[in-house]
């Protein structure tokens, strides 16, 4: 498999240390930690995946996770 190196720079300190916590949380290193976000975050998700999930958090209607998102939405506002 081909691989492509890519750098990221002036990383303020803060961040920094934030990713080490995560990575150590998830007993990765820095480097295992970054792969897993980039890898993550560039997924797209189908409809099968999103079924999957409403039936892993116990949504049981489409009213319940109506009432989720108004919810978020509303969180955001503030």
Known sequence: MATQTI???NVPKAVA???KARAARHHR???GELMA???EST???TVDDLAQLAQRIGLQTP???AAIVREDRRG???
Do not use: A
């Open 29 to 31: 290193s820095l480097q």
């Open 63 to 65: 009213s319940e996770s």
């Open 7 to 9: 750098s990221i720079k």
């Open 37 to 39: 976000i980039l890898d």
């Open 43 to 45: 997924r797209e998700l």
């Open 76 to 78: 955001r506002r503030r």
């Open 17 to 19: 240390d934030r990713l």
